[in-house]
């Protein structure tokens, strides 16, 4: 299963920021308006959307498989 993941480094914490604004699944978030946004794995379904939305490249994607049992083991 893939996920989104946002590199720090390379993210310029954009306001507004296209990937938070037109993530389908609102998994893209700040917690407050300063901070830089982060992705919730439980929201994200891996679409990777947001790595086209991002003008700087700051989205990567992180593959992790699923347990014996079929669910994601983060």
Do not use: H
């Not at 920021?17 to 891996?46: I, M, N, T």
């Amino acid at each position: 299963m893939k996920r989104a993941l946002i590199n720090i480094q390379e993210c310029r914490n954009c306001t507004p920021c296209p990937v938070l604004e037109q993530c389908p699944r609102k998994a893209v978030f700040r917690e407050e308006e300063r901070d830089r946004p982060w992705v919730d794995f439980y929201q994200c379904s891996g679409c990777l959307k947001c790595k086209t939305l991002c003008p700087f490249g700051a989205i990567g994607e992180i593959v992790q498989p699923c347990s014996s049992n079929r669910k994601m083991s983060w």
